[in-house]
């Protein structure tokens, strides 16, 4: 796993496949996305190598209902305490109640989606301790806003913290090779309008799914890249 810093306070766990992002809170640390499942020693050795022991892991906060998002939820829930945070019409899926919705894959898209979706493990259902409404806000010593961004899945959720202007996008932006909406979405209809929700707001650095973080500038990336939307 490599692990590379974003910003003071947030780091990038990337799992070859996929990442998580750790980010230092005045007391612990909360994890945005929880990779595959069988993650859960590497995120928690990544957690060790920025000082933190397991019960100072505070809040994993999903972003969406796939399994390379929250495979490891469940495990690191039970090895660290911490509470599980996820868009409330995703949680269903994430606590295993309900199906995970197929997407309305485009043409280009059936053989991607075939050949990477049967690589992911399976991801072991994990309660929801609380479930997110678009403007609801986390304590994380500044504040940090969600978003529903619905497109990729019904409850996407995106994670804006104002003050340090810092963005993390689930899988509704991609940045990979070029800025783009995600792919293999139940709504494609909607991820333009989640895109332009995202690049309207006040943002530095930019956190994604999949793809490097932009590090500076990232509204102004954001925006034009919005512009070029269909």
């Known amino acids: 796993m490599k692990i590379t810093q974003v910003t003071d306070a947030v780091w990038m766990l990337n799992f070859g496949v996929g990442q998580a992002y750790a980010i230092r809170l005045p007391e612990g640390f909360a ?29 994993i906060v999903i972003t969406h209902c796939h399994k390379d998002h929250y495979g490891s939820a469940a495990a690191l829930a039970a090895a660290t305490g911490a509470r599980v945070l996820a868009g409330a019409a995703d949680a269903p899926v994430i606590d295993g109640s309900a199906p995970l919705p197929e997407p309305k894959l485009a043409d280009w898209e059936v053989p991607l989606y075939e050949a990477h979706s049967p690589q992911v493990p399976p991801a072991p259902p994990v309660r929801v301790d609380r479930e997110l409404t678009d403007g609801d806000t986390l304590d994380w010593g500044e504040q940090a806003r969600v978003i529903h961004v619905p497109g990729h899945t019904y409850g996407s959720i995106a994670l804006h913290l104002p003050a340090s202007g810092v963005l ?31 690049a309207a707001l006040d943002v530095e650095t930019a956190c994604f799914g999949h793809g490097d973080p932009i590090t500076s500038g990232a509204g102004a990336a954001l925006r034009a890249a919005a512009d070029r939307l269909p």
């Open 31 to 59: 994890l945005v996305d929880a990779g595959w499942a069988g993650h859960e020693r590497r995120i928690l050795d990544a957690l060790a190598g920025l000082g933190a022991g397991p019960r100072d892991l505070r809040d």
């Open 168 to 198: 993390f996008t689930g899988d509704t932006i991609a940045n990979v090779q070029y800025l783009m909406p995600g792919v293999f979405n139940v709504e494609p209809e909607r991820m333009a309008a989640a895109f332009r929700t995202q």
